[in-house]
């Protein structure tokens, strides 16, 4: 499985970005996708899930109302469409998958089996 994250950049504070996350994978939507970010010197945190049929979502209490994850599974993507962006949004996001993840799982880096790369949002006050 690969997963490759795009469309990060510089954005002023309230400011709109959308992230895709492409994968390449057999079934994709037997795939529970993600995203996580990371800021310089904090660990890795959960933003995102969306799982598999009938795609139900998850977010942390963060981005709730301002964020929306969503999946084209007819060209195996995954979206982070990103409002009302904040300084503290700031880090490099990336996308993670799992076939087998449970919900209580989710949250949680170590029990995704893929990663993408990872892209840099910045927010500019």
């Known amino acids: 499985v690969q997963l490759q994250a795009s469309g990060g950049g510089l954005v002023q504070v309230g400011g709109s970005l959308k992230l895709s996350c492409a994968a390449s994978?057999?079934?994709?939507?037997?795939?529970?996708m993600s995203w996580f970010r990371q800021a310089p010197g904090k660990e890795r945190e959960f933003v995102a899930a969306?799982?598999?049929?009938?795609?139900?979502?998850h977010y942390s209490n963060s981005v709730r109302g301002r964020f929306t994850i969503s999946r084209d599974n007819a060209i195996n993507t995954v979206y982070l469409q990103m409002n009302s962006l904040k300084p503290e949004d700031t880090a490099v996001y990336y996308c993670?998958?799992?076939?087998?993840?449970?919900?209580?799982?989710?949250?949680?880096?170590?029990?995704?089996?893929?990663w993408g790369q990872g892209t840099q949002v910045t927010v500019s006050s």
């Open positions: 993670a998958a799992d076939a087998h993840i449970i919900l209580s799982s989710i949250t949680t880096s170590e029990n995704y089996d893929y």
């Open positions: 994978v057999r079934s994709f939507n037997q795939y529970t």
């Open positions: 969306i799982r598999r049929s009938p795609s139900t979502t």
